[in-house]
């Protein structure tokens, strides 16, 4: 079974410049979730997509994200226009079902730096 | 405000030694508490979870204990590799809005020498 996978695995854009960044889950799990980990921080929550829907964006920073997941396979994060303090490491996880026992699995993270 | 703290922030022992890594955290309603492995460059690995009933939960060398009267939890390492070397990270998930809210902790960095 593959795992989650995430492209690309770093980007580097200036500021004011627009990012897509994609998260490939596990076949079959309608759960995926974005994360994110600035740097010398936690890793803090973003959003949560059961299949196509958007079930808890609470933790988008600002409008400048928007995240989608069309069809309900494959996503994006979007960052426009990028700024500075967006720099970061973005995790993508997915689990099979929503349950409080059920494991997620995480993809290795897309590296953005914004100069 | 959810919080999930961890201690000590890095460690460094011998390897085939045993070390323990602890949890504190306030997060409300409690739903579940997952330890994680990360290597570096990659992504976090799950090692354990538990929910609110269970106090102890092993996979392998690890063996993780939960008391939710003190809301702490504690990750055991025996007998160390040297492939233990890597941050490991607490989430602490509250069940709010039909979905599970994870906090993370900041994790801790161990290294493992020969």
């Known amino acids: 079974e593959a795992g989650v996978t995430q492209f690309p695995s770093h980007s580097v854009i200036e500021k004011g410049q627009t990012v897509t960044l994609r998260c490939d889950p596990i076949?079959?799990?309608?759960?995926l979730y974005w994360y994110r980990r600035v740097m010398g921080k936690e890793i803090k929550f973003l959003l949560h997509f059961v299949k196509e829907s958007k079930q808890d964006e609470s933790g988008m920073p600002n409008n400048r994200f928007l995240a989608e997941r069309t069809g309900g396979t494959y996503s994006t994060l979007k960052v426009q226009p990028a700024e500075l303090e967006d720099s970061g490491v973005y995790f993508c996880?997915?689990?099979?079902?929503?349950?409080?026992?059920?494991?997620?699995?995480f993809g290795p993270g897309t590296r953005l730096t914004v100069l | 405000k959810n919080q999930v703290e961890q201690s000590p922030q890095s460690l460094i022992i011998l390897e085939g030694k045993n070390c323990t890594l602890q949890?504190?955290?306030?997060?409300?309603?409690?739903?579940?508490l997952r330890w994680y492995k990360q290597d570096t460059g990659r992504g976090p690995v799950s090692l354990t979870i538990m929910t609110f009933s269970e106090n102890t939960k092993s996979n392998g060398r690890y063996t993780a204990t939960l008391d939710a009267d003190t809301k702490q939890s504690s990750l055991h390492i025996t007998a160390s590799q040297l492939s233990d070397s890597a941050s490991y990270i607490c989430v602490v998930s509250a069940e709010e809005r039909g979905s599970y809210i994870p906090t993370f902790g900041r994790g801790t960095s161990l290294i493992v020498h020969p």
């Open positions: 996880a997915s689990s099979r079902r929503l349950a409080g026992g059920i494991e997620q699995f």
């Open positions: 076949s079959g799990h309608d759960n």
């Open positions: 949890c504190n955290y306030t997060v409300s309603p409690f739903s579940n």
